[in-house]
């Protein structure tokens, strides 16, 4: 079936939003009188979420007392800075120009809140580009389960056979797999060190934004 759209996973795929939490675990760091940990130690807790990256941030187990606190804060401090050093991946920016000169529809669906998904798209021009945006609010079981891949093809208006979901992370294969679309794995995304997306199962696997180009345009020549 021909393809009719592109969906991202936004965290280390459709946006480079690292920079942003590193900012923040490292202040507040600093604010306790503790030295700065290598970036790459945060960056690689990424797609584990807050409690990851707090956790690696203070070398501390999460049922540690005091915690949850740290948790807070952290979810608190990126309210007000959560787009501050976000960007596009490289590569990425001339990609979602392909896709709209194309006439392909383009959209994302995250397990970031959508308190912190929208006020990035907006602040970043994307949100009146985007055909959607997919959070865990929508739903009511988030990736890996199929449900928001599932919801996005049936607001789309669109068989899922012709979707592909692109994503960093096994949980993003997994939803999009069961969803029925084609999926893309990425490996500049934020891959934990001991993993491998070539073991995900997805149908391609691409280490730069300009990869997805070729994607498309054998996608877009078949039927």
């Not at 592109?6 to 503790?34: H, N, S, W, Y």
């Not at 807050?50 to 005091?66: C, I, L, Q, W, Y």
Request: glycine content about 6%; aromatic content about 6%.
């Amino acid at each position: 079936m021909r393809l009719r759209a592109v969906l991202f996973d936004m965290d280390g795929t459709l946006l480079d939003t690292a920079p942003d939490f590193i900012a923040i675990c490292q202040a507040m760091r600093a604010e306790r009188d503790l030295p700065p940990i290598a970036d790459k130690l945060i960056r690689d807790e990424i797609s584990g979420g807050a409690r990851a990256m707090v956790a690696v941030t203070f070398n501390m187990d999460p049922e540690s007392p005091g915690f949850e606190a740290l948790r807070l804060e952290f979810l608190e401090r990126y309210q007000h800075n959560c787009a501050v050093h976000t960007r596009l991946f490289d590569g990425m920016a001339e990609l979602l120009a392909d896709i709209e000169k194309a006439h392909l529809i383009w959209g994302v669906v995250t397990n970031k809140p959508v308190r912190f998904a929208q006020p990035i798209m907006e602040r970043l021009g994307l949100a009146e580009r985007s055909a959607l945006l997919i959070c865990p609010d929508h739903v009511t079981r988030s990736k890996p389960d199929p449900e928001p891949l599932t919801l996005a093809c049936k607001m789309l208006d669109l068989d899922p056979a012709s979707v592909l979901y692109v994503g960093d992370d096994l949980r993003d294969i997994e939803s999009g797999r069961d969803a029925g679309t084609k999926t893309a794995a990425v490996r500049f995304g934020y891959i934990n060190p001991d993993d491998n997306p070539d073991h995900w199962g997805a149908d391609v696997v691409v280490d730069h934004p300009c990869d997805l180009r070729k994607v498309l345009d054998n996608a877009m020549c078949s039927c």
